[in-house]
């Protein structure tokens, strides 16, 4: 079922408890580079199977990003199993078996019933039990569904780790897959106590100073063309050594150039530690990115693609702002 | 009364509508320099008003910043009063009649009736009628506990102007004055037709190309000290001049760097026509910024306060970043 609505979802608790009654002990895990709705769900879930009484472990390949370090039970996750046999694996916002990650697949491909939890499109169609609602903005927003209706107690703890879900998949009420239904269940986890000032202070108030430092790079690096339609700019490696950076940090920028009131394409090359150049497309509306990726080997959708150039920087981005241009005036 | 709660202010609505049936002409307005919250929740009444067949007009001081001229009947905003007397004003997001604006002013005490709708603390009381909630996080709020349970058809362009109030006197849900009431009704307003992805773009993702030059220079004039726990900057005129842009575009700037992870007190430094300095300081949680504005001549709140200086820019920052680390010392 991809499309289950609030009700409909509400109705596959009581199946999904009764399996969780029937197990002795329960792997719960997510995605390889855990994002707010992966440790935001799975770390309710462990809050709920506590209330249930269930032995469990939280496995995760990769730990978490810093930003969400504030997490309630964050100390939970691992990714060393105690290989303690498991009766259910119930494996969250994951639409992908490969992307559960390594160190952790085999004690979930060993557990006996393997349970997905996820809104996205479905693709591989993993699972024994399957609860999957492309409607919905998150995976927390799923579980949500699943509880509040279903006297699970939403402890101040799971409210938190729910809304942080809900808030990063929606981009904070920003995305267009943000419904009034998610946003009444985010009211809800306000009321049931979720702390959202912790959750701002943590995740939109706070910027790495290397990352700080890189951006003002990055924005004295600005460049325009085509009446100031197209913006690019580069970063070299002496920026990241400089500014003490790391490629993540870099997350953001080129929609910060989008963003621009006149900018409709925007680009940003990045030099790697062994010379070769990262290129990252964005455009709005129907300029098509792809067909500028696509001179550099690269591909991805229309409003985001990226590539690689092994030129110099500065050749790259000649070639790639003639590109830009080029495809701005054909659009 | 200041604590109504939505049951009592949807009990207000009969009447202040017994006011508006009863009256020929009605004019609407709201304070200076308005806001998001003023020109939303002004522009939602007049809509309201064309649905009561009520002749008005809607009664603005200054015209609408430019980021908000996206906003549903923003043409029907004017600074020239027509004349025609008026049996009702209704005055919306307003605490202090001094902030109505003198060129609206006098229409607006003439008017027989003085009706005031805030969200603010209390301060003179004006208004012959108030319908004031201090807990609710907008006036736009308001107007939405009067009309949502009151048989007003919440069309999309007045679930557009109220939802613009909520977010952006909520900062999109980021400040603590946002409540689960707030959040309930502004999923309400999506559902009613609220056009999510249009105030996104226009106020969010929407950034003019001087502000992004000039915060670019912001970030590479960036200094740091004791530990990185003080972050301040310095703009010129003649960046101001370079990048084409104005002091309204700096709005933010010194938030930004107070959010760098290490900072815990952050101020900007910006050169005026004139050649005096203009100073904004910024602090964390218990560090008061008034001891180091107090130094200057200025003042204002613990976290926020502002000070000028006729030293030169070199000499005004000098200065201040000793006062800073000297508080920061203390505190």
């Known amino acids: 079922m991809t499309e289950a609505s609030p009700n409909q979802l509400s109705e596959m608790w009581p ?62 996750i691992t990714n060393q199993p105690s290989g ?22 085999p004690a979930i491909a060993a557990a006996k019933k393997l349970v997905i939890i996820d809104h996205h499109q479905p693709n591989e169609r993993p699972g024994d039990i399957r609860i999957v609602s492309t409607k919905s903005p998150a ?29 990063t998949d929606t981009g904070n009420f920003r995305y ?80 910060e150039l989008l963003a621009i009131d006149t900018v409709r394409m925007a680009a940003i090359l990045r030099e790697s530690a062994s010379g070769r150049i990262k290129i990252s497309i964005r455009s709005q509306g129907p300029i098509d990115t792809t067909q500028v990726a696509k001179q550099f080997g690269g591909g991805g959708h229309i409003n985001a693609s990226g590539a690689h150039s092994d030129d110099t920087i500065e050749v790259a981005a000649e070639k790639l702002v003639e590109a830009m241009v080029q495809c701005l005036a054909s659009s």
């Open 176 to 255: 267009p897959n943000t419904t009034p239904h998610s946003m009444h269940v985010a009211a809800d986890l306000l009321e049931a106590g979720a702390k959202l000032t912790a959750i701002n202070e943590a995740i939109y108030l706070t910027k790495p100073l290397p990352a700080v430092k890189l951006f003002g790079k990055a924005l004295s690096n600005l460049r325009l063309a085509a009446d100031n339609q197209v913006a690019y700019t580069t970063l070299r490696q002496s920026d990241f050594t400089n500014s003490g950076a790391i490629e993540e940090d870099t997350e953001g920028f080129v929609n």
């Open 15 to 76: 199946g999904l408890l009764a399996e969780i009654q029937a197990a002795n002990h329960i792997l719960l895990a997510s995605h390889v580079n855990p994002d707010g709705d992966a440790l935001g769900s799975a770390l309710a879930f462990s809050f709920v199977l506590d209330q249930l009484g269930k032995s469990h472990e939280v496995l995760f390949h990769h730990p978490a990003p810093k930003y969400l370090n504030f997490l309630p039970g964050i100390e939970r």
């Open 84 to 105: 303690r046999p498991a009766d259910l694996a119930i494996v969250v916002d994951l639409e992908a078996i490969g992307r559960i990650g390594e160190t952790i697949y």
């Open 139 to 167: 995976t927390a927003a799923i579980l949500a569904d699943l509880w509040l209706p279903n006297n699970i107690e939403i402890s101040p703890e799971i409210a938190t780790l729910l809304l942080v879900g809900i808030l």
